[in-house]
């Protein structure tokens, strides 16, 4: 079994483990060849839900993408504007936790695309925090 720290048991998960995985075994280089990969995922994703979103303004469309994390407690929108939204996450759905910048990097190339397509434009991702290089939790911007 894969060494984790979480459970691999959600299609995010999976796509965690296989990023650490590749970065473990082929290097940094690993990195290069799936985020355009994951983003054009998070782009796809990000459409079918804007569709089912239409009625409602970026702020809200992010914030009824993340509502089941919001939910169970493991996700808050911090910051919440036309051009801004902020997040704060003390779980990562990827499973990230301890291992490096890099890989939640290009392993968050799925929400840039997601929220790309929320947005109707390409967003830029900004991490202030990440609990993949040790932080307590992640605080993550979505900027128009």
């Known amino acids: 079994m894969a060494d984790k720290e979480g459970k691999i048991d959600s299609l995010t998960a999976v796509i965690g483990e296989l990023a650490k995985q590749m970065q473990k075994k082929y290097g940094d280089e690993a990195l290069d060849v ?3 990969i994951l983003k054009e995922y998070g782009f796809h994703a990000g459409t079918r839900l804007t569709k089912k979103m239409a009625d409602r ?28 939204v902020t997040i704060r996450g003390t779980a990562c759905p990827l499973n990230l936790e301890g291992s490096n910048r890099a890989l939640c ?40």
Do not use: Y
């Open 57 to 84: 303004d970026f702020p809200d469309r992010v914030a009824g993408w993340l509502e089941p994390l919001v939910s169970a407690g493991l996700s808050e929108v911090v910051e919440r504007n036309p051009a801004r």
């Open 105 to 144: 990097d290009a392993c968050m190339a799925i929400d840039q695309g997601l929220v790309s397509a929320l947005a109707g434009s390409e967003i830029t991702l900004g991490i202030e925090q990440s609990m993949a290089r040790g932080d307590k939790s992640c605080v993550v911007h979505f900027s128009v």
């Open 34 to 36: 799936f985020t355009p």
